[in-house]
């Protein structure tokens, strides 16, 4: 039972790697709540009023996802839940949580944490994560077209996004939950370029091989036109 969880900025390329990687050892995709999710136009449209319950939101829908994919067989995940204090520490610090709010949530995070500590798998067994540079976020984001995350629709996204970026950093450096490996998502475009697909897959799969976490009768599929 392996189950690889996806990191990175907003528009980074998780879900799109999560549906190409999924494909390709035949696992199955857990997908963040997005295009499903109520809260997160009203938090783009009043960031101060929906941080707390946006999270709340997240995190409850995270929680059921890590639930089942750590009781089940191969999985991956499109973000991990250890991100989430990250996003919200950070609408905390920008001044879009009360204290109680900020009081609430840590503690609300703490109690789901110490459910997950009883869980047969307690970890994941790899984290992927996919590093962008600013400019290429704008690029993915504009590409995927959700009108709330524009830059046009908010004066105040380019701070958030680049405040993002930095809050990043630290966060990757310091996580230490399961092994852990980077994809330079600037260079690689792994939808458009087949070659640079492969060298992300080359690379993945090599470090389970590594990890001894590569199934002895998997075989790297043939046909590399995987679609996300
Ligand atoms: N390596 C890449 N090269 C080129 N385009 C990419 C790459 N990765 C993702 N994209 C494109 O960028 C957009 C955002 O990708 P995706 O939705 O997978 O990001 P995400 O990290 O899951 O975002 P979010 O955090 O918002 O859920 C999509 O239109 C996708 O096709
Ligand atoms: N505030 C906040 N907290 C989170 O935990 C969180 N997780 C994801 N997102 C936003 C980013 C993308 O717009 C969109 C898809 O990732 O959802 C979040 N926003």
Do not use: C
Request: hydrophobic letters at 35%; charged letters at 30%.
């Amino acid at each position: 039972m392996t189950v690889i969880v996806l990191s990175g900025p907003i528009g980074a390329g998780k879900s799109s790697l999560t549906s190409i990687l999924s494909k390709y050892l035949g696992t199955k995709p857990f997908y963040e709540s997005v295009d499903d999710n109520p809260v997160l136009p009203l938090f783009y449209a009043d960031p101060k009023k929906y941080a707390f319950l946006l999270q709340v939101y997240f995190l409850n829908t995270r929680f059921h996802s890590i639930k089942d994919a750590l009781t089940q067989d191969n999985n991956i995940l499109d973000r991990s839940i250890y991100e989430d204090a990250l996003f919200f520490q950070m609408n905390a610090d920008i001044g879009r949580a009360t204290s109680e709010e900020v009081d609430t949530y840590y503690k609300l995070l703490h109690n789901m944490m110490n459910e997950l500590e009883r869980m047969p798998k307690k970890n994941p067994d790899l984290l992927v994560h996919i590093n962008v540079s600013y400019d290429t976020m704008i690029k993915r984001i504009k590409k995927r077209g959700r009108p709330y995350e524009q830059l046009s629709y908010d004066s105040t996204l380019e701070d958030y996004y680049k405040r993002l970026l930095r809050y990043y950093k630290p966060w990757y450096e310091n996580y230490d939950y399961s092994p852990k490996m980077e994809i330079d998502g600037d260079k690689l475009d792994f939808m458009a370029n087949p070659a640079d697909k492969q060298i992300v897959l080359d690379q993945i799969t090599d470090k389970l091989k590594e990890m001894g976490k590569r199934p002895e009768d998997w075989e790297k599929p043939t046909d590399i036109q995987i679609e996300a």
